[in-house]
């Protein structure tokens, strides 16, 4: 090999340990684990969704006094479903925001619904009933492990994007934005324990917590 040819082989190849230390690949790497891991949560809420309609048509079976309650969970579901938040919304703080606010206000008409079945001991009793609120508490925790891994990914990226060398490439080459981490619900804080264990039926109405309108029925399951 000739001295210039070995002069541009030793540049090129100082060139690329310079792009790869300053975060080329490693910014993009980053925002496709997040935005890999907004694709889980999508899927943990919508598979919430699929179960309303079950849900709802069981318990209108057996509890049709609670016809605006049940009204309310289906349209909050309308609302939710019909809000959409796609990668490219990731940074935009608007968008998640809404996005939360739509799925938040279907889980509290959610968590209103169930809290009533405890006057319905006949409802509690059917397997049907009991099947879907294992699924549903599987769905729920489900949720929440998803949204805890986007929030763990999003952090992971923008923390990169914030911080030499990577903050070269984010800057300069890739314009990067940082992602929007979900936040915590309203109310979380003092959120409430209800517990439908035991509720078959021969158990009295009132058992739960009254004031549970914020928190996801147990039933017993931890998945």
Do not use: H
Request: with cysteine.
């Amino acid at each position: 090999m000739t001295y210039p040819a070995a002069v541009r082989v030793a540049l090129a190849a100082l060139l690329a340990f310079g792009l790869s230390a300053c975060g080329i690949n490693t910014v993009p790497t980053k925002e496709e684990a997040a935005k890999a891991q907004w694709a889980n949560v999508e899927a943990a809420y919508q598979r919430r969704a699929d179960l309303i309609p079950n849900l709802v048509s069981t318990v209108r079976a057996s509890a049709a006094s609670e016809e605006q309650i049940l009204t309310d969970v289906i349209e909050a579901r309308s609302r939710a479903t019909s809000v959409q938040l796609s990668t490219d919304d990731l940074s935009n703080p608007q968008a998640v925001q809404q996005f939360q606010e739509a799925q938040g206000q279907l889980g509290s008409a959610l968590s209103r619904l169930l809290v009533t079945v405890e006057r319905y001991p006949e409802l509690q009793s059917q397997q049907r009933f009991a099947d879907l609120m294992v699924a549903l508490e599987g769905t729920e925790n489900r949720i929440n492990v998803e949204r805890t891994r986007y929030n763990d990914a999003v952090r992971d990226y923008n923390t990169t994007i914030r911080t030499f060398p990577a903050v070269v490439a984010a800057n300069v080459i890739y314009g990067a934005e940082p992602l929007q981490p979900f936040t915590a619900d309203a109310g979380t804080q003092n959120a409430p324990s209800v517990n439908f264990d035991g509720l078959g039926a021969g158990a009295a109405p009132g058992a739960a917590n009254d004031n549970a309108g914020t928190a996801m029925p147990r039933t017993g399951t931890g998945n």
